[in-house]
């Protein structure tokens, strides 16, 4: 949601803000604007739509002279997508400018309050409520302003801001929103995210909720709340700038739907050693996880289907109740959450506002979290008693690929550990599991090799405008995600059933030529399923199934069409299913011309409630 860079340094500030934007475009926005600072002045350009607009409009930044600016691109939330309320803004003497990810939650109040002391405004916003605010408290130290407006805000904000009378100076700070801090040789940068950054720097500083930093081309000096000084360490960004880029692919999503093997390699190998589960440093020692009566995961999108999936095999392997929950209603729910409760929480920038909530709420009562995340230094995983890191390298595609195959991998991870503690487990079975761990990677090849026949099925069916999932078991976990895929990137009408309930109210949508697609996998469970679809074909459905090549004979006389994939561990199989379900999803939405990496009314990180 939203993207921030920031510079000061020898170069021009707004071609090098310009490409730092175009690395975010995967967040989603409406609008995008720059303001840099030339001859002792604050001059500003924005405009509604793509960061393409902007850079015609200022001919790619040459029409911005100066060496220090900060630029954004908007989804907005205050206010509808229009040049006013684009961002960056300027205060109303026209001083200081802020661009801002986030919510000030308690903007009508502080609104009413400036306006009350002769400001006016000029947009819907909630930022230029900040940059107001920022305005009336400062009295030549913008430090000491930026502290106490702060102090005033509520809500969560990543704020990188400029004044009139500071031309080489940024100023950044942060809460609840990520913000980083990049260390060049005579410039430095900050962003929202590392991948603007990557072309210039990969030593950041992390900067952590209420800290405040003050950026020169030559320093860069953070300070807390109090506005004492203080050392951090910066962290090296160690992944590969191609990551960021398309490789000569057309989109990303399908770039990073062919990483998946490598992803899934990388979260998996270093944890895997002589044939046991080792899990980084986390602290979860024998003791405490004899003492867990309950565990939660808490995720939302496609890291709560993670989560789905997950309970179905935790309790599996460790017999243990485990409920998956999704973050926006955690909190809400009264959860039964005490120190004998692991909470798991996944987030893939581990920046998802209702999921930080929930953790804290979690920890207030008494709980351990773990989290699974794929950002270093992330508020989530800063704030968790343990952290698993998924090392799937950058995603841009707003909807998510590799990311939800990683943190799958690391859900099984997570299980064979606590199934070995509690021994609950034999050695013979816990063998053959991570037996199949080290053959993922070399199967999720095996199926991507065969994607010309998943292209073929989406030429087929890309024009239906209703599509049912059904599966039971971990298959209707992974029916979840196949249809949230679809519908993400396609914009066709798509939910997700447990097999076994349609005959309690759903059978009723079903309808001649609606297609529904049959997850059946899970051969345990394989003719019941197949019942369920000689149900819905009987009135009129039209079948695509997607199975084992053990079990192809149970399925293949009831479906018009079928996608196989190769047998492995039951526990395992939503890894090598999901990614069929990702190139169907990216086929289809090819064929009908959506936009696919960026699609409609979606943001990448959702940073506000």
Not at 302 to 318: M, P, R, T, W
Not at 437 to 458: C, G, R, V, W
Not at 510 to 532: C, F, H, P, Q, R
Not at 562 to 577: C, G, Q
Request: proline share 3%.
């Amino acid at each position: 949601m939203c993207g921030i860079v920031g510079y000061t340094g020898k170069q021009e500030a707004a071609p090098i803000m310009l490409e730092g934007l175009k690395r975010l475009e995967y967040r989603g926005y409406d609008s995008a604007g720059v303001v840099v600072s030339f001859e002792g002045k604050l001059h500003l350009s924005k405009a509604k739509g793509y960061v393409d607009d902007l850079s015609k409009k200022i001919d790619g930044g040459r029409l911005m002279k100066g060496k220090t600016g900060i630029g954004h691109t908007r989804w907005a939330t205050h206010g509808k997508p229009s040049d006013e309320n684009a961002h960056p803004h300027v205060s109303s003497g026209g001083k200081i400018a802020c661009v801002h990810n986030g919510i000030i939650e308690n903007y009508v109040k502080l609104r009413e309050m400036l306006i009350s002391k002769g400001i006016e405004f000029k947009s819907e916003t909630d930022t230029e409520v900040a940059v107001n605010l920022i305005q009336y408290y400062y009295k030549g130290d913008i430090l000491k302003a930026v502290s106490q407006a702060a102090l005033r805000m509520e809500g969560s904000y990543a704020l990188g801001i400029m004044c009139e009378d500071f031309p080489d100076l940024l100023i950044a700070t942060r809460k609840e929103s990520p913000l980083i801090l990049g260390i060049g040789e005579g410039e430095n940068f900050l962003a929202s995210d590392v991948t603007a950054v990557l072309k210039y720097t990969r030593d950041v500083y992390y900067l952590a909720d209420d800290e405040i930093a003050m950026v020169t081309p030559d320093s860069i000096k953070i300070f807390n709340c109090e506005l004492e000084e203080i050392s951090k360490e910066p962290s090296y960004i160690d992944w590969d700038i191609s990551a960021a880029e398309k490789g000569g692919y057309e989109h990303f999503m399908f770039k990073e739907i062919m990483e998946q093997p490598e992803a899934v390699r990388k979260a998996l190998s270093p944890r895997l050693q002589d044939g046991r589960v080792v899990l980084d440093n986390i602290q979860l020692d024998p003791a405490y996880i004899k003492s867990l009566k309950r565990i939660y995961i808490v995720g939302c999108g496609s890291a709560y289907h993670v989560g789905v999936v997950a309970k179905y095999n935790i309790e599996k392997l460790v017999r243990i109740p485990v409920e998956a929950v999704l973050a926006s209603e955690f909190r809400y729910s009264s959860p039964l959450v005490d120190s004998k409760t692991l909470v798991i929480c996944i987030s893939q920038s581990g920046s998802t506002a209702d999921t930080i909530e929930a953790m804290r709420e979690a920890k207030r009562l008494g709980a351990r979290v773990l989290s699974i995340v794929n950002v270093v230094g992330s508020t989530i995983a800063n704030e968790s008693d343990d952290v698993l890191y998924t090392w799937a390298g950058p995603e841009i595609a707003v909807a998510t690929t590799k990311a939800y195959s990683t943190q799958l991998a690391v859900t099984y991870l997570i299980a064979l550990y606590l199934a070995d503690v509690l021994g609950t487990i034999t050695p013979e079975a816990y063998t053959d599991l991570v037996g199949g761990l080290l053959t993922l990677p070399a199967k999720l090849e095996e199926i991507l090799k065969n994607k010309e026949h998943i292209q073929y099925l989406a030429s087929i069916y890309f024009n239906k405008e209703d599509i049912f999932f059904i599966g039971r078991n971990i298959d209707y976990a992974l029916t979840l995600e196949a249809s949230l895929k679809l519908k993400e990137i396609s914009y066709i009408h798509s939910d997700a059933y447990a097999a076994g309930e349609l005959k309690h109210g759903t059978i009723s949508l079903i309808e001649e030529g609606t297609l529904v697609i049959a997850m059946a996998s899970y051969i345990k469970l394989v003719d019941k399923t197949v019942s369920n679809i000689v149900e819905v074909k009987s009135r009129g459905a039209e079948i695509l199934a997607l199975t084992t090549e053990g079990g192809a004979s149970h399925v293949a006389h009831a479906s018009d069409n079928m996608i196989l994939i190769p047998d492995i561990h039951e526990v395992l199989l939503p890894s090598l299913a999901v990614v069929p379900m990702q190139l169907f999803a990216y086929y289809v939405a090819l064929m009908r011309g959506c936009s696919i990496d960026k699609p409609r009314n979606l943001a990448k990180s959702v940073t506000v409630e």
